[in-house]
Nanobody
């Protein structure tokens, strides 16, 4: 069965960085829309960044150049480098696999979800 497994979360101080990684089984990371979302308790899940099969990356405005999305087809991983972290970035971060022919930031279009990795930013 399809599995998306996130890793790399943790606890950092404001201004710190983390490298999140998502390993995909049974889905090639360059075969469909892939992306990262995040969610805090009591709020809706929000998109962070997504990448199309042809490699076009779209970031949400709040990223402000602090995050970088990439993929490694040889390892079948989707990666999110998160830099200059702020307390507002505290959340569970989820890897997502979406549609093959379309790519939006709408969680309703996600086909597969990972279980998430926690990012905590605290001084």
């Amino acid at each position: 069965r399809v599995q998306l497994t996130e890793s790399g979360g943790g606890s950092v101080q404001p201004g710190g960085s983390l490298g999140l990684s998502c390993t995909s089984s049974r889905i090639a990371v360059n075969s469909r829309c892939m992306g990262w979302f995040r969610q805090v308790p009591g709020k809706e899940r929000e998109g962070i960044a997504r990448i199309t099969p042809d490699g076009t990356v779209t970031y949400l405005d709040f990223v402000k150049g602090r995050f970088a999305l990439s993929r490694d087809p040889s390892k079948n991983t989707l990666n999110l480098q998160v830099n200059n972290l702020e307390p507002g970035d505290n959340a569970m971060y989820y890897c997502a696999a979406g549609q093959v022919l379309s790519c939006s930031g709408d969680p309703a279009n996600v086909v597969y979800w990972g279980r998430g990795t926690q990012v905590t930013v605290s001084s």
